[in-house]
Every structure is written in structure tokens, then in C-alpha cells.
């Protein structure tokens, strides 16, 4: 799970890095030369790379829940959630906003501290739950995932009780009929269908990852789950890959496949949810292998607690990075290339120099307080 989350979080920076040189997205730095094959290779991270994220989210949640108790989790989401949330909105969001306006307007002359309070200038939007605040600049950018997150732990914890009671049966179902696994796939179709999906947060309906967020939370790290999981591994991989591909027609050629009514369009986003769940069971299964317990690398250990500050790091550094290069009269590849490995490079950087060197700066990124000769390690 460790290492999933940290190839999903560093995976963004390759993933948003290609969004500058995509023809049909409207990311806040575009090159002036594009290519079809960015949209087409983005799918294949879209189907199932954030649906992931929660689904690891919602089984962290169950262990978390267990050592706790609800109260105390709930207090540790809004600390840990929370905090980091409040603080990026206001010191990171701003900034690729900013140089959106900069770069679709070479005339644009304002500066970052004239921008900076209007983008904070919002009003209450209690519809759009959990995204209560709007304005004409304000966004919450990448931070959606972590407004999800924090907002579904919320919901969860008054039911984590009744909700791990009701999935024990659920898995005894399971040891005798796999197939049961699947059945998450029906109301992920229909909430994508029905309730539509959103470009804004990768792709999927906002409740889709709800689903992900409670079976993740249901399956934790239940032997029964994951001995079926290792058996229909390879055909709901292939079946993932069928779905996947019978939902590329309506993407292609629908004016509008996120929100048209037409049953094209209801049949296309519906195949697709189905396709993401097919594709998270089967990239579990396949990666679940029983062996003997062995320590987690250095490395892995690392970067597992950096994942939650290399997330909200990344996309203002990936903004500002491509600002600079698009305007190269270079190929697509060399920029591409100098955004990503630059990118990498600064993250990393302003998480081992800057945010896990004091406690003051590892609380507002999430992250728990280290012993004091570790500060300086």
C-alpha cells in the first residue's frame, strides 16, 4: 500500500507535467504545441490511479479507526488533513492561478501580491459540498483530493463501527463466490453515469470516490479479500482492459462525455467506472504476493512519509517550472523532460531542507512530530 501511494503522488508530477503539451485540457500553462498522445496515455493513469489513492485512504482509515477510536481519529484527520489544507490554499494555490493569468495574457501586468487577496476573496457555496467556497480566482486545485479525504473521514467516523460489523459477512460471501468482489463496479457505473463526471477531479464524479474510500475501509486487510483478489487478478485485469477500451468511442467522439445525456454518453461513463474498479482489484491482486514479512527499505520508508507534503508541493512547482519552459523553441520531449526531472528535483528538495526539518513547518504539511535528532538527520 506504502509503495502504491508513493507511485501514485510522484506518478502526478509526470501525469500534470504532460497536461502543459495536452490539446484538450485546460491546465494553467499550455505549450503552444500539442499532442494527441498526452490524452490518450493520461487515461490510463486517470481509470484508476486517484480511485487508488482512496481506496489505500479508506483501508488506512480502518486501522487508524481501530488504535483510536472515532473521536480521536476524527481529531487527527482535521489536525493532519486539516491543517495542511488551510495553509496550502493560502500559500500555494494563489501561485498557479496567478501565472495562469500571466500566461494566457501577455499583457497581463498585476503583481503576485495584488493577486494574492483577491484570490482569497470567496463567498459561501453550500451546493457544491464539500467545496463551500468559491470566488471569481479562488480554487482549491490539487487540494480537492485532500478536501475529499478530509470530508469522507468525517462521514465515516459516526458509522466506522456499524460499517466494519457489516462487512464481515460480506467476506465470508467472498471466500466462497470471488465474483462478489465485482459488485462495486454497479454503483460506480451508475454514479458516474447519472450524477455525471468531473474534469476537475481527475476525471471521476466526487461521490465515485467516496465508493473507493469505504470498501477500502470495509476490506481491511482481510486475508479472505486478498486470497480472492490474487484469483481474479488476471481475468478482471482483462476484463479492465476490454471495459477500458469499449469506453474510448464515446470519449473520442462525444462534444461532451463528462456531462451529455444521450445513452452514448450514459453507457460511455458507465463502462468506464466499471473499467476503474476492474482495474484497482486487479493491480491488488497482482501485486499481492505472500511471502515472509520483510522491513521496508530505507527509501520506502522515506518517502512514505513524505507523500502527503510531495502531494501538495507538487502542482504549484510543476506550474511554475512550465511557465519558464514553455516559451522554448524546443521539442515537445526536451520540455517534457526538463519539467518533470526539475520538478522532481525541487519537491524533494523543499521536503528534506525545508518541511521535515522543523516542527513547526512538518505540523502545517500533515505530518507527525519527529524525535529532535531526527530533525537534523
Same mark, same amino acid.
Given at each position: 500500500?506504502? $509503495?502504491? *501511494?508513493?507511485?501514485?503522488?510522484?506518478?502526478?508530477?509526470?501525469?500534470?507535467?504532460?497536461?502543459?503539451?495536452a490539446?484538450?485540457?485546460?491546465?494553467?500553462?499550455?505549450?503552444?504545441?500539442?499532442?494527441?498522445?498526452?490524452?490518450v496515455?493520461?487515461?490510463?493513469?486517470?481509470v484508476?490511479? %486517484?480511485?487508488?489513492l482512496?481506496?489505500?485512504?479508506?483501508?488506512?482509515?480502518?486501522?487508524?479507526?481501530?488504535? *483510536?477510536?472515532?473521536a480521536? =481519529?476524527?481529531?487527527?484527520?482535521?489536525?493532519?488533513?486539516?491543517?495542511?489544507?488551510?495553509?496550502?490554499?493560502? #500559500?500555494?494555490?494563489?501561485?498557479?492561478?496567478?501565472?495562469?493569468l500571466?500566461?494566457a495574457?501577455? !499583457?497581463?501586468?498585476? /503583481?503576485?501580491?495584488?493577486?494574492?487577496?483577491r484570490?482569497?476573496?470567496? *463567498?459561501l457555496?453550500?451546493?457544491?459540498?464539500? =467545496?463551500?467556497?468559491?470566488?471569481?480566482?479562488?480554487?482549491?486545485g490539487h487540494?480537492w483530493?485532500?478536501?475529499l479525504?478530509?470530508?469522507?473521514?468525517?462521514?465515516?467516523?459516526?458509522?466506522?463501527?456499524?460499517?466494519?460489523?457489516?462487512?464481515?459477512p460480506?467476506?465470508?460471501?467472498?471466500?466462497? @463466490?470471488?465474483?462478489?468482489?465485482?459488485l462495486?463496479? #454497479?454503483?460506480l457505473?451508475?454514479?458516474?453515469?447519472?450524477?455525471?463526471?468531473e474534469?476537475?477531479? $481527475?476525471g471521476?464524479?466526487?461521490?465515485?470516490?467516496?465508493? =473507493?474510500?469505504?470498501?477500502?475501509?470495509?476490506?481491511?486487510d482481510d486475508?479472505?479479500?486478498?486470497? $480472492?483478489?490474487?484469483r481474479?487478478?488476471?481475468?478482471?485485469?482483462?476484463? !479492465?482492459?476490454?471495459?477500458?477500451?469499449? &469506453?474510448?468511442?464515446?470519449?473520442?467522439?462525444?462534444?461532451?462525455?463528462?456531462?451529455?445525456?444521450?445513452?452514448?454518453?450514459?453507457?460511455?461513463?458507465?463502462?468506464?467506472g466499471?473499467?476503474?474498479w476492474?482495474?484497482?482489484?486487479?493491480?491488488?491482486g497482482?501485486?499481492? @504476493?505472500?511471502r515472509?514479512?520483510?522491513? +521496508?527499505?530505507?527509501?520506502?520508508?522515506?518517502?512514505?512519509?513524505?507523500?502527503l +507534503?510531495?502531494?501538495?508541493?507538487?502542482q +504549484?512547482?510543476v506550474?511554475?517550472?512550465?511557465? !519558464?519552459?514553455?516559451?522554448w523553441?524546443?521539442?515537445?520531449?526536451?520540455?517534457y523532460?526538463?519539467?518533470?526531472?526539475?520538478?522532481?528535483?525541487?519537491?524533494?528538495a523543499?521536503y528534506e531542507?525545508?518541511v521535515?526539518?522543523?516542527?513547526?513547518?512538518?505540523?502545517?504539511?500533515? %505530518? *507527525?512530530?519527529?524525535?529532535?535528532?531526527?530533525? &537534523? /538527520?
Amino acid at each position: 500500500m506504502d $509503495a502504491l *501511494r508513493v507511485f501514485v503522488v510522484l506518478g502526478l508530477v509526470f501525469f500534470h507535467s504532460g497536461l502543459v503539451f495536452a490539446p484538450d485540457d485546460d491546465f494553467y500553462v499550455k505549450n503552444a504545441q500539442t499532442t494527441d498522445a498526452v490524452t490518450v496515455l493520461a487515461g490510463f493513469g486517470v481509470v484508476w490511479a %486517484m480511485p487508488m489513492l482512496f481506496l489505500i485512504a479508506g483501508l488506512g482509515s480502518r486501522h487508524s479507526i481501530r488504535r *483510536r477510536g472515532p473521536a480521536r =481519529f476524527t481529531r487527527e484527520r482535521l489536525l493532519r488533513l486539516g491543517v495542511p489544507l488551510v495553509f496550502a490554499t493560502v #500559500v500555494l494555490c494563489p501561485l498557479p492561478q496567478w501565472l495562469r493569468l500571466r500566461a494566457a495574457d501577455a !499583457g497581463y501586468e498585476e /503583481s503576485y501580491w495584488r493577486f494574492w487577496p483577491r484570490f482569497l476573496t470567496v *463567498r459561501l457555496e453550500a451546493a457544491d459540498f464539500p =467545496f463551500v467556497l468559491d470566488g471569481e480566482h479562488f480554487e482549491t486545485g490539487h487540494l480537492w483530493f485532500v478536501v475529499l479525504l478530509l470530508a469522507f473521514s468525517l462521514l465515516l467516523a459516526p458509522v466506522a463501527a456499524p460499517l466494519a460489523a457489516w462487512s464481515q459477512p460480506l467476506w465470508q460471501a467472498v471466500e466462497r @463466490r470471488p465474483a462478489l468482489l465485482l459488485l462495486p463496479a #454497479v454503483p460506480l457505473a451508475a454514479i458516474n453515469a447519472f450524477l455525471g463526471m468531473e474534469e476537475g477531479f $481527475a476525471g471521476w464524479n466526487r461521490w465515485a470516490y467516496l465508493v =473507493f474510500f469505504l470498501f477500502g475501509y470495509a476490506l481491511a486487510d482481510d486475508a479472505r479479500v486478498r486470497a $480472492a483478489l490474487r484469483r481474479l487478478a488476471v481475468p478482471v485485469g482483462v476484463a !479492465g482492459l476490454v471495459l477500458f477500451a469499449g &469506453s474510448a468511442p464515446g470519449f473520442l467522439a462525444l462534444d461532451d462525455p463528462f456531462t451529455e445525456w444521450g445513452p452514448f454518453a450514459l453507457v460511455t461513463r458507465a463502462v468506464f467506472g466499471a473499467a476503474g474498479w476492474c482495474w484497482v482489484m486487479a493491480v491488488l491482486g497482482l501485486l499481492d @504476493r505472500p511471502r515472509e514479512a520483510a522491513p +521496508p527499505s530505507r527509501a520506502m520508508m522515506y518517502l512514505g512519509l513524505a507523500a502527503l +507534503p510531495l502531494y501538495v508541493l507538487h502542482q +504549484p512547482v510543476v506550474v511554475a517550472l512550465a511557465y !519558464g519552459v514553455v516559451g522554448w523553441s524546443a521539442p515537445i520531449v526536451v520540455e517534457y523532460a526538463v519539467i518533470v526531472t526539475g520538478s522532481l528535483a525541487v519537491i524533494l528538495a523543499l521536503y528534506e531542507f525545508v518541511v521535515r526539518r522543523t516542527r513547526l513547518t512538518r505540523f502545517l504539511f500533515g %505530518m *507527525r512530530p519527529a524525535p529532535p535528532d531526527a530533525l &537534523s /538527520s
